[in-house]
């Protein structure tokens, strides 16, 4: 699974880690995270993520 990088601070969202801070279990897709699902540094949007090249 892709990692993706927030354009904003460059936080790293990798699935294999998920986000258990705030509920999101490691094997998450970054498509399957919530909608309203934010970075965890700078509250910044799925929108504001890239795909990591």
């Not at 601070?9 to 919530?34: E, H, K, M, Q, R």
Request: proline share 8%; charged share 25%.
């Amino acid at each position: 699974m892709d990692k993706y990088v927030c354009d904003l601070c460059g936080y790293v969202y990798d699935p294999a880690n998920g986000d258990a801070d705030n509920g999101i279990d490691p094997g998450t897709s970054f498509a399957d995270l919530p909608a309203d699902w934010v970075c965890p540094v700078c509250g910044a949007g799925k929108e504001d993520f890239s795909k990591e090249g």
